[in-house]
């Protein structure tokens, strides 16, 4: 294989350093080196000439490295060398992650404190995305970590105010764009899933998450488990399948062309709200209780815009 | 950035010279518990200065000080106080800007950090994940040294990104021109040239964002269009108005014509993540008395309306203009009349 640039000999020569000054014994498998510092596994001796080379004549100090079949070591103290800062580029996406998760601002300075590069002017954000941890990520995954039930205030889509709960988290998942916490509603007895920008707040209790043998489901289960269902027609196929709901269940494809479909659903108000987005073009069939609760919401809301 | 490029037909013995000089001059500065005199440094034949001519081994002790800082490794001079002005420098690496505060970090906070990296690297829709699995595992060395090191790199999960997102994210690291071959929706094949300015996730996908040399205004492309591309070259600077989050897409973005302005209103108490994930982060959110005015500019008013009413049961009002306003009212009298029932009256 080619040998590697002078450039790139730098850049592995110190990354060797710092991963076997890093490493437990200062050992590590060629293998695993030739990982961290992003080459083929042919190029490490390359790399350990190199840098076993090095030595400094005044104090008669020199960089024990050695390559022995497949393990790298290093002896003595002479050449072992701090973990570095984190480059430019590694500090912008760190600062996204930070921003992304919703860090708190404490922990965000410690980071920025040790690892970012100190004297940079902070450069304006280049890479965004759609908020959706809220504000609770890391309380949340600490707690998952550590099995603390939490006392959590949520607003759900039939809510008009935010209530508090006591939940056992299990994991935080993303479905469709969005993040879930999926957690044992410890009053309800049942698992659920909730949005991570709906909660509001999370406090700790003084107790350990039970087992409750939870089976993280996924909004589609979860909404043929404890949902209500209904039969929708829409106008062919093709506009079916733009819609991208979880709860959508048996299609079927009608002679004049249309289509029907049985659509799970945990809250009236969402599905009300999808119905008349649609401007007609779903209907439901069968349901006449429902269509007087539709026809109603939407005065309603018609109310509170003109008053 | 690592570059994974190899040297082709180079003088390798003189390049590697250049790579022994460097690194030795790092391990010399690095292990010396004094710092160094300039003197000591170009007079050392040994370290592979030495030449005789005084001003080349300066020039090049600089260069070297240069490619040193380029890998984020600052050597600084230190002056005599209070000694002649012929005295010479002195030399030692700056340890503060140069190596991470390990012990800075508690162990909570690194215990929270590597939760969010972790949390990132689970999702498939993110152009750098090899610069997190880099942050994942300096991190890991950093926090806990003897328990993890250079074995995790061996159990982390390596992934080796496509050659066209390598040079991609290269590009936009380095800030450098890169063409590419482009797919569109349609299946048509376009070569491009762009100046990534920022990348964006957004359902399930990664966007680049930039100048496009092609048409000469700022363009998007959705990273898994990108048949391949070539080798970055050019530099280029992201202008200051640039703001990568205006591209996260609303519904309503896609329209014919001029863009209007269009206000909604939230309830007063909607919390403050919730707002910022319904409304992107775009546009401008004011507080009044009684509720929140977020507005933003609309292309397409009916579909405007329309995201007003899917989150209508978060409170989610039209406001302004008039059209948004009859355009909202419309579509909730046709939902309604579908069902047989009369509207507004």
Known sequence: MAALSADRLISCGIQLLEVLSAAPGQRCTRTAAAQALHVDVDAIPQIVDTVSALSDRTSGARVALTLDGETLSLTGDAALIMPRRFSLEESMVLAHVLDVLNLDEETREHIRAAVMPLGEAPEKA?????????AWFGKLSEAIEDGIRCRMTYRSLEDDDAHERVIDPIAVTEEHGETYLIAWNVEKD???RYRLDRIQDV????????????????????????????RLAVPNLAYLQRLDWAGIGEIAEEPDGSATCTLFFDSKHWLFDQLLSAGGDIVLLDAPELVGELAAYAEELLASVDR | MN???PLEGADQGALNETALRILNLLFILNSSSVPLSTEQIVSDVDLGYGSGNRASDLKKF???????????????????TGGRASEESLWT???ASSFAAVGAITRDDADALMRAVDECLSRSDIPFRQALLDIKHRLDAMSSPTAHGAQAVADGGWHEPSRAEDAMWTAFSLKRKIRFVYRDAKGAESQRTLEIWGIFMQEGHSYYVGLDEQTGSVRTF?????VRAWRPAGHYTVPGWFDVRDYLFLPFDLGGGMSELATFTFPRDMGAAELRALTKGRGSVVRTDTEIRWSIKVRNMREAARFCLVHAHRGMRPFAPGKLVHAWKDLMGKAVEAHGCAFGR
């Open chain 2, 62 to 80: 600089r260069r070297d000080r240069e490619k040193l800082a380029e890998r984020g490794i600052a050597v600084k001079e230190i002056k005599p």
């Open chain 1, 190 to 192: 049942a698992e659920r």
């Open chain 2, 3 to 5: 570059t994974h490029e």
């Open chain 2, 93 to 95: 690496i700056d340890r």
């Open chain 1, 203 to 230: 406090t700790f209790t003084e107790d350990s998450i039970e087992q409750h043998g939870a089976q993280l489901m996924d909004t589609a289960a979860s909404l043929r488990e404890s949902g209500q269902h209904v």
């Open chain 1, 126 to 134: 280049r890479i965004a995305e759609p908020a959706r941890y809220g």
């Open chain 2, 222 to 226: 959705r990273s898994d269009r990108i």
